[in-house]
């Protein structure tokens, strides 16, 4: 690496944009990318950016949202007949189309039944959504709200 390419990598990592500097000093070491058009290499150097930074937003607003069950996703949903969970309105409840309209979502039945996996699951899509979500433990049982 050279002195200038050294100093670039400084200037990147001072602004803040750590992905940048390291996807940037990967093109400096490997030779393939000698072949590629100026264009080219910096658009991967703005999408490595890019994908850290929405990544790290991702991480960040699964942490602050305090799931019950953080590993809870709409897609292991376990549609037993029992439930008489309807697969069409949890998709659609997965799609947020709900947030933007500003309804709620009110989730009953029996205890053990899966009300805070449901709950954590669709919170989990409004975050994959990158809507700020907030559970709340409350007698019975947990709520999620969107702020």
């Known amino acids: 690496m050279t002195m200038l390419s050294n100093e670039t990598v400084r200037k990147l990592h001072e602004m803040r944009l750590g992905a940048m500097a390291e996807a940037f000093s990967a093109q400096l070491e490997d030779a393939q990318f000698q072949a590629v058009s100026f264009e080219d290499r ?3 150097l703005v999408d490595a950016e890019w994908s850290a930074r929405k990544s ?3 991480t960040r607003l ?3 949202a ?3 069950d953080p590993a ?3 897609e292991n949903i376990e549609y037993h007949p029992e439930r008489r ?3 069409e309105q949890i998709l659609r409840l997965a799609s947020c189309t709900y947030l933007q309209e500003a309804h709620n979502v009110i989730i009953l039945g029996a205890t053990g039944a899966g009300k805070t996996y449901l709950a954590c699951a669709l ?3 409004a975050s994959r959504s990158f809507y700020s979500v ?3 433990n409350r007698h019975p049982s947990p709520i999620c709200t969107q702020f």
Do not use: E, P, Q, T
């Open 72 to 74: 809870a996703c709409v």
């Open 66 to 68: 305090g799931y019950a």
């Open 85 to 87: 969970l309807d697969r």
């Open 62 to 64: 699964i942490r602050n």
């Open 134 to 136: 907030r559970c709340k």
């Open 42 to 44: 910096f658009a991967m």
């Open 56 to 58: 790290n937003r991702l």
């Open 123 to 125: 919170g989990m899509a």
